[in-house]
């Protein structure tokens, strides 16, 4: 099993566990998530967007593969999410290229036989 697949395994295994134990405070958490993530002023995929650039940020691989499956699901284009990735490059300067890596991966499963988008500057 490579690393996508044990994160995405490993997280659906914590949360039907979670769901099992009758977790409030899990269950909480998922309203929130489902409110948080709503359409408003911004769209499902903005916020998306936004999560992906903080995932990078802070480091958590699995925050990244989370937001940007569901970015693409909203409609992302891989663009999109390359764009929200250097946001976070920004935002969290040299480390957050190490964390980038791992996005640029989870992308390259997400964007299957897509083509690159290519920025002004290459």
Same mark, same amino acid.
């Given at each position: 099993m490579n690393k996508l697949e044990d994160l995405r395994t490993r997280r659906e295994a914590a949360h039907r566990r979670l769901l099992a134990l009758k977790s409030r405070t899990y269950r909480s958490f998922l309203d929130m998530e489902r409110a948080t993530y709503a359409d408003g002023a911004l769209t499902k995929k903005h916020k998306e967007l936004v999560a992906i650039g903080i995932s990078v940020v802070i480091d958590c691989e699995s925050c990244m593969q989370w937001h940007?499956?569901?970015?693409? @699901?909203?409609?992302?284009? =891989?663009? /999109?999410? !390359? /764009?929200?990735? /250097?946001?976070?490059? /920004?935002?969290?300067?040299?480390?957050? @290229?190490?964390?980038?890596?791992?996005? !640029?991966?989870?992308?390259?499963?997400? =964007?299957?036989?897509?083509?690159?988008?290519t920025t002004p500057d290459n």
């Open positions: 940007i499956e569901q970015a693409a @699901t909203a409609g992302a284009s =891989f663009q /999109e999410v !390359l /764009e929200a990735v /250097e946001v976070g490059i /920004e935002m969290g300067g040299g480390p957050a @290229t190490v964390s980038a890596r791992f996005a !640029l991966e989870v992308m390259d499963s997400i =964007f299957t036989g897509q083509p690159p988008a």
